[in-house]
């Protein structure tokens, strides 16, 4: 962990086409500060990892027309035991803002009691606000509030730009797997809250390193635009495959991902470890994701009628359906009592949009 690799990691956004693709900040983790504040109580980088200092860091990254984001805590200690913002709220804030910080994620490891978690989270979000510098704000609120109580999304939205739901993903199908049954599991209450400003996050992208398959890639990169997810990286652009990097700057599920209705998808249902998930966009459109949990065996087919899609408006009256991935392929003129059938790897996902069309006199529909 250095400035040096952050500056290297920004230099391949550009030249590699991820800044044009759409991805912007540029995210420090945790362990980037110095185990004491300064003389002046501020936060200070470890001078080993951050020589230059984080201003420095920062002007470098806008140089490249990207943004900068920054980790604190919100109790005594950040989760690595460096720190915390506890009783520093406005000062922290202050220094991110002096230093041209664009993006602050904000734990809860150590949050002391479940009021001061929640005052903390409320303090830094108008602390921040105050500086007049525009921050997003990504909180762990809910995360570490729900084993005791059920966060109340209306505040949190009021106060976070997005949240962290569930535990911190890893690379592996397991860790993708779980985070999407939590989702569906609690969809009914966290689904509505998310739009415009306030967003649920299942955390980062895995794709591009070593535990998934390209099956299970797929299926993060599908589902993920599916919930409207912030799309951030955890990976090596340095060293990343060529079909990894396909796959993260696919405009088209970047387009999904980004689809200015600014709703986010849901599971339909779920039969013989198949799920079937939608997500409205803008235009009546909708994407679907279609997902083969069975982790054994070869390819399976799974049939549908189009219209269970859309509360049956989806494909009302009729519909042109564009397979996104596993690869983009034109699948024509449907009507709305057409069957789908589609063939999906195990742990795969295939993604489609589906684009309502109006019934025209004398036109055939297949
Ligand atoms: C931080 O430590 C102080 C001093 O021990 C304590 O009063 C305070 O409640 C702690 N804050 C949190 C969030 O745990
Ligand atoms: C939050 O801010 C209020 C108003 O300034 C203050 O009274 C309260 O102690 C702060 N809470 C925490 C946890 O910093
Ligand atoms: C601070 O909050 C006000 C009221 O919500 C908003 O209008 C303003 O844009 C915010 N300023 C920044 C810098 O976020
Ligand atoms: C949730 O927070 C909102 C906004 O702060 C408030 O109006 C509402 O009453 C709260 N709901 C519950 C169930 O506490």
């Not at 995360?143 to 939205?157: D, G, H, S």
């Not at 909708?286 to 069975?294: F, S």
Request: hydrophobic share 40%.
């Amino acid at each position: 962990l250095s400035e040096q690799l952050f500056m290297q990691m920004a230099d391949v956004m550009v030249s590699d086409g991820w800044k044009d693709a759409g991805y912007e900040y540029v995210c420090i983790d945790d362990c980037w500060m110095s185990m004491t504040r300064d003389d002046q109580d501020r936060l200070q980088p470890d001078p080993e990892r951050f020589p230059s200092g984080i201003r420095k860091l920062a002007d470098y990254v806008h140089s490249k027309g990207l943004k900068l984001g920054i980790y604190a805590d919100v109790g005594n200690k950040t989760c690595a035991g460096y720190p915390g913002s506890y009783g520093y709220y406005d000062l922290d804030a202050q220094t991110f803002a002096d230093w041209g910080v664009d993006l602050l994620k904000f734990d809860g490891c150590n949050y002391g009691t479940l009021d001061l978690l929640a005052e903390g989270y409320r303090n830094m979000s108008l602390a921040l606000n105050e500086t007049g510098r525009s921050i997003v704000y990504s909180c762990e609120w809910p995360l570490y509030m729900r084993p005791m109580r059920k966060p109340n999304y209306t505040e949190i939205k009021h106060y976070c730009n997005h949240w962290r739901n569930f535990g911190d993903i890893y690379d592996a199908w397991s860790s993708i797997r779980s985070t999407l049954d939590w989702t569906a599991l609690h969809q009914d209450t966290i689904v509505d809250v998310a739009g415009p400003g306030g967003w649920n996050d299942p955390d980062m992208l895995v794709i591009g390193n070593f535990g998934l398959s390209w099956d299970q890639q797929l299926t993060q990169m599908a589902l993920w635009a599916i919930m409207a997810a912030p799309l951030l990286m955890s990976n090596d652009l340095r060293h990343i495959s060529p079909q990894a990097k396909w796959l993260l700057q696919n405009k088209d599920v970047i387009a999904i991902n980004q689809d200015p209705l600014g709703k986010q998808g849901y599971r339909l249902s779920k039969e013989s470890n198949f799920e079937l998930w939608e997500r409205p966009l803008s235009g009546g459109a909708y994407a679907v994701a279609v997902l083969n949990r069975q982790e054994i065996g070869g390819p399976r087919p799974f049939s549908f009628s189009l219209s269970f899609l859309g509360n049956g408006l989806a494909c009302n009256p009729a519909c042109v359906i564009q397979q996104i991935l596993p690869a983009s392929e034109d699948w024509g003129l449907h009507n709305w009592v057409s069957f789908l059938s589609v063939e999906v790897n195990p742990t795969g996902t295939v993604l489609l949009k589906v684009v309502v069309i109006e019934e025209r006199p004398g036109k055939d529909l297949c």
